[in-house]
């Protein structure tokens, strides 16, 4: 009779424990889906090196300033 009872009470426990595994899978599956696909955040930034190259107009397409004609005129 005793080794009924343990069988019995072993069984129930390990129904219980797989219940309540089943259940876990069951409620959490979109966290544990969002843990395994997550990206851990870079510990160093990346860093952008940005270099902007304007290349100049030669002196003849270059708009004459207009101070020497003021200097020109004030005289």
Known sequence: MFA??????FGSAF???M?????MLVVYRDKMAAALLFEPIPEHPP???LRVRRTRPSQ?????SVAPI???AAA
């Open 60 to 64: 003849a397409c270059r708009p004459m």
């Open 47 to 49: 860093v952008y090196n």
């Open 15 to 17: 129904l219980l424990a």
């Open 4 to 9: 009924f009872i343990a069988a019995a009470l």
């Open 19 to 23: 219940g309540t595994i089943g259940w």
């Open 70 to 72: 003021a200097r020109a």
